[in-house]
T-cell receptor, first 115, second 115 residues
């Protein structure tokens, strides 16, 4: 079974630009969660999508948004990039039907650098 | 408030030594889930174990073992006879039953295993 894939793996943008990151979950998984990892703040939950609907949301500004398609693939968008948005963005997929007991499988991440 | 504390920022051991990674958590919930993940240099988080709050049995999986003690709110992870391939960052995490995938991660412990 193929794992979680994220594209692109590396990205360099400048302040003020916007960026879209993509995540393809494991086949059969309907839940996709996004996390931001930075040296200062660690791993922080952004949001979770299940069956094309946002089911949970973390404490991030509205510049961070996402969506999920009917094939469960998900995209995350960050508008008006700031230097502090430089981070590793991790996507996790799970079945999404067992609540908090679901095991999440993570992708390799997208390393975003904002100059 | 929920919180996960991994007080050890970095640990360095010599191959074949045993090493214990500490995790202390805070939650007011009676039902919750605890996790350990491994993050190798490649970046993706690898799921190691999930434990629910009602199951205090210790678990052993090969060279890995986990000690869950509700009385001290701790969920420690021991690697026996460490190997160079164990070098990674290890994260302890907490998830509420009603919180979906809003997982709270500790800051992580970086383990160096020297040959």
């Amino acid at each position: 079974k193929a794992g979680v894939t994220q594209t692109p793996r590396y990205l360099i943008k400048t302040r003020g630009q916007q960026v879209t990151l993509s995540c393809s979950p494991i086949s059969g998984h309907r839940s996709v969660s996004w996390y931001q990892q930075t040296p200062g703040q660690g791993l922080q939950f952004l949001f979770e999508y299940f069956s094309e609907t946002q089911r949970n949301k973390g404490n991030f500004p509205g510049r961070f948004s996402g969506r999920q398609f009917s094939n469960s693939r998900s995209e995350m968008n960050v508008s008006t990039l700031e230097l502090g948005d430089s981070a590793l963005y991790l996507c996790a997929s799970s079945l999404g039907t067992s609540g908090a007991t679901d095991t999440q499988y993570f992708g390799p991440g997208t390393r975003l650098t904002v100059l | 408030a929920q919180k996960v504390t991994q007080a050890q920022t970095e640990i360095s051991v010599v191959e074949k030594e045993d090493v214990t990674l500490d995790c202390v958590y805070e939650t007011r919930d009676t039902t919750y889930y605890l996790f350990w993940y491994k993050q190798p240099p490649s970046g993706e988080l690898v799921f190691l174990i999930r434990r629910n709050s009602f199951d205090e049995q210790n678990e052993i999986s090969g060279r890995y073992s986990w000690n869950f003690q509700k009385s001290t709110s701790s969920f420690n992870f021991t690697i026996t006879a460490s190997q160079v391939v164990d070098s990674a960052v290890y994260f302890c995490a907490l998830r509420r039953e009603t919180g979906g995938f809003k997982t709270i991660f500790g800051a992580g412990t970086r383990l160096f295993v020297k040959a």
